[in-house]
């Protein structure tokens, strides 16, 4: 376990001071990227479902303060986790599917929306719990990548270039919303624990859709650690102290992500034996963000105020956020330097997150998709 951690902090060295910059020195076995997902990996789908769209909080400062220094649609500070992906994998210019242009070239096609769940609007309408009005389902996420497929496509570089089979395709749903939605709403731990293997069956079919479609490479993130979200912590408050963990988060709902994750893996393997010739990696938010958090709390304290887990731009309470004034609501202010915190926002993480997980969990898996520096 020590020797595990201690690796990780290498890796944690390394990828500090070796991000961030566009390394087109990297050569990788294919040419395009897919991603599905939610705010982890949307660089400005959701405030383009609705026509109210343009009224979401990231297109209001201080979103993308830290970079690019105005607001980009993405639910951050600044980068997120698909930024930094395709950065590693020499292939930078990926653009999200509601606003490409096929008049010019690129490299890969998000369809991600922040908010978004893995079960269909239907499953949490039945059982009483609202959704963002912008959620994209990953079943309507899979649509448009079937659309996406049959649609024209005129030039030959560009069409081969994004055959599924010369692609990478990541599923990076780790902020876990058909849960949390759920827990703030009222939900219990009990009832929720029942939607884990639901969950987990959306993906795993979600996946084997687009290897029979044509996919060979597919990486998948785990869940992060939802019990330590600001949101979470602030709707499910409780004075019993033994409800946190050492970090001050909260246990039962971070054991719901550890269930969830280890089903995950194993459906993951199995739909590995089904199909062999396929590559199909892990990246783990989980352990890495637990990691970063851990690093940023106090020796000495309590539980229940441990300072990581405040969000930057915020107001009130003690974890810094009150749903009735988001970041990007008037006179709610961030941080002085958001690369300090975790949290971004409440629901979000900050860059600096993005960029030490894809940092610690990305290097290792190119290595085993057959990317290699050039
Ligand atoms: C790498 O990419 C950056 C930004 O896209 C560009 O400015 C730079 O010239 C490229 N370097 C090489 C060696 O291609
Ligand atoms: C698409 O890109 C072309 C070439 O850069 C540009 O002329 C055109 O206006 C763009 N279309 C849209 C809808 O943005
Ligand atoms: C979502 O609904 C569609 C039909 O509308 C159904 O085919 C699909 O199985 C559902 N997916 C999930 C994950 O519940
Ligand atoms: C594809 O192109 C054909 C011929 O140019 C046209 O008839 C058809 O409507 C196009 N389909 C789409 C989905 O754009
Ligand atoms: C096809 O796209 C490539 C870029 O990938 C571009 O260089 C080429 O000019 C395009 N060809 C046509 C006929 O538009
Ligand atoms: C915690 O205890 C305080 C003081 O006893 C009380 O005012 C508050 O309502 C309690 N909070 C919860 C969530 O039970
Ligand atoms: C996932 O959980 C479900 C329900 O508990 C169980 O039936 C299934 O076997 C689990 N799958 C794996 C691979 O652990
Ligand atoms: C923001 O703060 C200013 C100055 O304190 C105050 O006048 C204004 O009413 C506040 N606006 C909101 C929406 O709270
Ligand atoms: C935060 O980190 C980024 C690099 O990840 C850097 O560009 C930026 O200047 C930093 N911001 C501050 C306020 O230090």
């Given at each position: 376990?020590?020797?595990?951690?201690?690796?990780?902090?290498?890796?944690?060295?390394?990828?500090?001071?070796?991000?961030?910059?566009?390394?087109?020195?990297?050569?990788?076995?294919?040419?395009?990227?897919?991603?599905?997902?939610?705010?982890?990996?949307?660089?400005?789908?959701?405030?383009?479902v609705?026509?109210?769209?343009?009224?979401?909080?990231?297109?209001?400062?201080?979103?993308?303060?830290?970079?690019?220094?105005?607001?980009?649609?993405?639910?951050?500070?600044?980068?997120?986790?698909?930024?930094?992906?395709?950065?590693?994998?020499?292939?930078?210019?990926?653009?999200?599917?509601?606003?490409?242009?096929?008049?010019?070239?690129?490299?890969?096609?998000?369809?991600?929306?922040?908010?978004?769940?893995?079960?269909?609007?239907?499953?949490?309408?039945?059982?009483?719990?609202?959704?963002?009005?912008?959620n994209?389902?990953?079943?309507?996420?899979?649509?448009?990548?079937?659309?996406?497929?049959?649609?024209?496509?005129?030039?030959?570089?560009?069409?081969?270039?994004?055959?599924?089979?010369?692609?990478?395709?990541?599923?990076?749903?780790?902020?876990?919303?058909?849960?949390?939605?759920?827990?703030?709403?009222?939900?219990?731990?009990?009832?929720?624990?029942?939607?884990?293997?639901?969950?987990?069956e959306?993906?795993?079919?979600?996946?084997?859709?687009?290897?029979?479609?044509?996919?060979?490479?597919?990486?998948?993130?785990?869940?992060?650690?939802?019990?330590?979200?600001?949101?979470?912590?602030?709707?499910?408050?409780?004075?019993?102290?033994?409800?946190?963990?050492?970090?001050?988060?909260?246990?039962a709902?971070?054991?719901?992500?550890?269930?969830?994750?280890?089903?995950?893996?194993?459906?993951?393997?199995?739909?590995?034996?089904?199909?062999?010739?396929?590559?199909?990696?892990?990246?783990?938010?989980?352990?890495?963000?637990?990691?970063?958090?851990?690093l940023?709390?106090?020796?000495?304290?309590?539980?229940?105020?441990?300072?990581?887990?405040?969000?930057?731009?915020?107001?009130?309470?003690?974890?810094?956020?009150?749903?009735?004034?988001?970041?990007g609501?008037?006179?709610?202010?961030?941080?002085?330097?958001?690369?300090?915190?975790?949290?971004?926002?409440?629901?979000?993480?900050?860059q600096?997150?993005?960029?030490?997980?894809?940092?610690?969990?990305?290097?290792?898996?190119?290595?085993?998709?057959?990317?290699?520096?050039?």
């Amino acid at each position: 376990m020590k020797s595990i951690k201690i690796i990780a902090f290498l890796l944690l060295i390394v990828a500090g001071t070796a991000s961030a910059q566009p390394r087109n020195n990297t050569k990788c076995p294919f040419q395009f990227l897919y991603h599905f997902g939610d705010a982890i990996s949307d660089t400005g789908n959701s405030i383009r479902v609705l026509p109210s769209g343009p009224l979401l909080p990231p297109t209001r400062s201080p979103y993308g303060v830290t970079f690019p220094g105005s607001p980009t649609g993405r639910w951050s500070d600044g980068r997120v986790d698909v930024d930094y992906v395709a950065d590693a994998v020499g292939l930078p210019n990926i653009v999200p599917y509601l606003s490409m242009n096929d008049s010019r070239s690129y490299d890969g096609i998000i369809f991600s929306v922040a908010g978004s769940t893995t079960l269909n609007a239907s499953f949490f309408e039945s059982r009483g719990i609202s959704v963002p009005p912008y959620n994209i389902p990953l079943d309507t996420q899979l649509n448009w990548f079937r659309s996406y497929l049959q649609s024209n496509c005129t030039n030959q570089t560009e069409c081969a270039k994004r055959q599924p089979s010369n692609s990478a395709v990541l599923f990076e749903f780790s902020e876990l919303n058909d849960i949390g939605y759920a827990l703030v709403q009222g939900k219990s731990i009990q009832e929720v624990t029942n939607y884990v293997p639901l969950l987990v069956e959306a993906q795993i079919n979600a996946a084997r859709e687009v290897i029979k479609l044509g996919a060979t490479r597919v990486v998948y993130t785990t869940a992060a650690p939802l019990g330590c979200y600001p949101y979470i912590l602030t709707a499910l408050t409780t004075n019993d102290t033994s409800a946190y963990d050492g970090l001050g988060c909260l246990r039962a709902v971070n054991n719901i992500a550890v269930k969830f994750n280890s089903n995950l893996t194993a459906s993951f393997l199995a739909l590995k034996a089904e199909f062999p010739s396929v590559n199909i990696l892990p990246a783990d938010y989980y352990a890495t963000v637990r990691l970063l958090i851990t690093l940023k709390t106090p020796i000495i304290g309590s539980r229940r105020r441990n300072p990581a887990l405040r969000t930057c731009c915020g107001v009130g309470g003690r974890y810094n956020y009150d749903s009735n004034r988001f970041c990007g609501s008037p006179n709610v202010t961030a941080c002085s330097n958001p690369n300090n915190s975790i949290y971004w926002d409440g629901l979000h993480f900050t860059q600096q997150v993005y960029n030490r997980v894809i940092g610690i969990q990305v290097l290792p898996a190119l290595l085993l998709l057959g990317c290699r520096p050039i």
